[in-house]
């Protein structure tokens, strides 16, 4: 087991709660939002509606209040897709530090422009230099690197997600998570054996990358293509070690969907939810409506909404992508 | 003083509260959502996210909640431009009552369309024939007769988002209401007059129609001109002379948006507040967006978020309507 699957299966339910505490004034308590179905209670996690857009708020300031003074004397670096990136930004910025953030060059132009007007700098690399720094946390770069997955104050910080979602729909029996690298689903799952409370947790993918459903079946990590997609934040090529004994022993099922389904969830959360999802929340909706969910009490955690305008026009039209 | 303002006027905190209790199974308490402004604290009452899209489910429960087994025999009628009509279908069905209501023909087809999908029997008809209905209150059709605006427990099912609001943002100095007919700004005035707190209460209008401006101006209602818009549900006529007491003394000032400042607050809920509105909840934000209301702690009211979905995404890309 690695040490950081270690300390946080170790983690009590006053852990969880500390971390909720810590980020009281950075992030919101976002509402459980019922949908009417015919054949299953179904809840959306609104954390579309969090400052920033996404969830990621939550282990940010998580992971920069539990820092210390010395530690973060140079400011702190991470490396995101965008929404992690922002939520350290903006907990950075509050703090009065400096902020470095290594994007992938294919990222929403949306989420690159939001961090350089938040004051962070902002350095484009390909995908695998990316996955290089996820990798190894090396990035040559000044500063306190807080990793956006596999760091143990993430998962805590993502815990209190699952606090609220106990309190807010107590006859909860499934939870739905986006699959990005796994601190989502693994804070959410701990919190709720913290609390003694037996749950299905179940992960989605995008059809065009599956690392986590692979690792499942070999028993193991194991390296997947990743084909294109409009959806980002989601279906990265392998799970990370780290993170693999959480996910191994958390995770009760994976959903794969595709993007027509992602698509179609999209469009009910605009005109059903009132939500603008990003694609991985609208993965997170397209599997809690798979028939093997109905007659569940079911809650999809809809992680984010910060999804480029044009392609959010042409789904929502029905347009190709 | 008309029967309908003095009844409201004299309405306790306790009533208030009841019909808050009153409607707790059939709407949620919607959150009160900040959206980071340089020059003023700004929280969305976003009542998009509300069961059906709209606050009217409030005053619908709240409208047929209060009704006797006698008055209801026969089911219920309304006429309304759709929420309110979707509001009292659902909170009808919910109770096996039949439910018949009167909607303009210009409606948005998705309002209409989910009317019948409840169960509803829908009649089309001309807006001059809708606006005699909602003056006289005859209908021609069996059932107990709900008025969408100018009934008590519309104002006080409505009054339950004042009380929401006090306790989500306890130092609110300035409410902006969309007007439509007044129930929803006479209820939420009421509600912090209830409360015994001192606020600014501000209605807004679209450009294409400004009533209550008109009859602010004349000390009295007035007909105005209704111009074409893409926003449904506010823009009347006239003032009805029922509510005018009501609205005389409780608002306080009146915004008129234009339309291209309501396009613009309908992208900005969208990129920024991750939120679906109706052209109606655009224009509370675009008139809390207005200069005069710099410094203030101000709530917008998102009445709404059920919009034409081919509109919707013209706007969103920024192209005409």
């Known amino acids: ?35 009417a179905m015919p054949d299953r209670n179904l809840f959306l996690k ?21 820092a210390t003074k010395a530690q973060l004397a140079n400011g702190v670096v991470t490396a995101s ?9 903006q907990a950075a910025m509050a703090r009065g530090l400096a902020v470095k953030v290594f994007v992938p060059e294919t990222s929403a132009k949306i989420k690159i422009d939001a961090l350089r007007n938040m004051g962070a700098e902002v350095e484009l690399v390909t995908f695998a230099d990316l996955w ?14 807080i990793h956006p997955v596999a760091e143990l104050a993430v998962v805590m910080g993502n815990g209190s997600i699952g606090l609220e979602i106990a309190a807010q729909v107590p006859d909860v029996d499934t939870i739905v998570v ?41 028993g193991k990590p194991v390296e997947v293509a990743r084909g294109q997609s409009w959806i980002d934040g989601i279906g990265s090529t392998g799970v990370l070690p780290d993170m693999w004994p959480l996910l191994d022993q958390l995770v009760d099922d994976v959903i794969v969907v ?17 939500l603008v999802a990003e694609g991985a929340g609208a993965v997170a909706l397209a599997a809690a409506l798979h028939p093997s969910l109905a007659g569940r009490n079911v809650v999809a955690v809809i992680s984010g909404g910060n999804i480029d305008a044009g392609v959010y026009g042409k789904i929502l039209q029905g347009q190709p992508v």
Not at 48 to 55: E, I, K, R
Not at 81 to 89: E, V, Y
Not at 183 to 205: H, K, N, P, Q, T
């Open 1 to 35: 087991m690695t040490d950081l699957a270690q300390a946080a299966f170790a983690a009590s339910l006053a852990d969880f709660q500390a971390a909720a505490l810590n980020i009281a004034s950075d992030a919101i308590v976002t509402p459980a939002l019922p949908l």
């Open 46 to 66: 609104a954390e579309c509606l969090q400052p920033l857009g996404s969830f990621k708020i939550r282990a940010a300031a998580n992971a920069i209040g539990n």
């Open 81 to 89: 897709a965008g929404n992690f990136g922002q939520g350290i930004a």
């Open 132 to 145: 290089q720094i996820i990798m190894t946390r090396e990035t040559g770069a000044n500063g306190f690197f």
């Open 178 to 218: 986006p699959f990005g690298g796994g601190g989502l689903i693994s804070g959410i799952a701990l919190a709720m054996r913290a609390l003694g409370r037996r749950v299905r947790i179940v992960a989605c993918e995008i059809e065009s990358a599956t690392p986590l459903s692979a690792a499942k079946r070999a």
């Open 258 to 274: 595709s993007h027509d389904q992602a698509a179609e969830a999209l469009r009910m959360l605009a005109t059903r939810a009132h």
